[in-house]
């Protein structure tokens, strides 16, 4: 069951914030196959990589979950001068839209309350993504940008598809399986309001937050 003031907070949300004309199955679609395409391009760059050159995939994935670990308990949970609204948007609207009382979607439209918007993607890709692999690009060469590229875009697809899944019915296909049942546990802690802003706040893989002691048993 939804509780009253969630279920009045979605009323609210969609009627002030879901444009008639959004779909949500497209919104799914642009993530995934701007991501895809990109992951493509960059790896069919990549010619004999060096061992040295394949070990920046592993670098690349643990930057990634660290950013994932620093960018959500910092400006996602904390108001940051110029990043006021993903702020709003994870802090007040996220976590009021979806609670550990309520976790899954009850209209395809919901899925705009999950995804990141397509200005958000673009800030990500051009103002994180790109300059860290111009950087990897002139410390190691073309093949180790190429593969940082194409393993911190991947990361961002399986942050996007993994907590896309967190909020389907438990009772689901991809509900169901393993994996999903145990990170969505995991970020179901995260949703209530009362931890949001202390325990669990990897979203994919609770690697940081092992590490740095805010994993919630």
């Not at 969609?14 to 990109?38: D, K, Q």
């Not at 620093?70 to 948007?89: E, N, S």
């Not at 995991?186 to 940081?208: A, E, Q, V, W, Y």
Request: charged content about 15%; proline content about 5%.
């Amino acid at each position: 069951m939804v509780p009253a003031r969630v279920r009045e907070f979605r009323v609210q949300y969609r009627a002030e914030e879901i444009s008639p004309y959004y779909s949500g199955v497209a919104h799914f679609l642009f993530t995934s196959i701007s991501c895809l395409a990109i992951i493509t391009l960059a790896l069919r760059g990549v010619h004999a990589p060096s061992w040295a050159q394949l070990s920046m995939v592993p670098i690349a994935f643990l930057l990634a979950n660290a950013g994932e670990y620093f960018g959500h308990r910092g400006p996602m949970h904390h108001p940051r001068a110029g990043l006021a609204l993903i702020y709003k948007r994870h802090t007040i609207q996220h976590h009021h839209f979806f609670t550990h009382e309520a976790m899954s979607y009850e209209a395809r439209s919901d899925v705009k309350m999950v995804l990141f918007p397509w200005y958000l993607i673009l800030f990500f890709f051009g103002g994180i993504g790109l300059p860290l692999g111009a950087g990897v690009y002139f410390a190691f060469g073309e093949n180790a940008a190429r593969l940082f590229v194409a393993t911190i875009i991947g990361y961002f697809l399986t942050y996007e598809w993994l907590h896309f899944s967190y909020h389907l019915s438990p009772d689901s296909f991809v509900g169901r399986r393993w994996l999903v049942r145990v990170l969505r546990q995991h970020h179901t802690d995260h949703h209530d309001l009362s931890r949001m802003g202390k325990t669990n706040f990897n979203i994919t893989f609770p690697i940081c937050d092992a590490i740095f002691g805010t994993l919630n048993r």
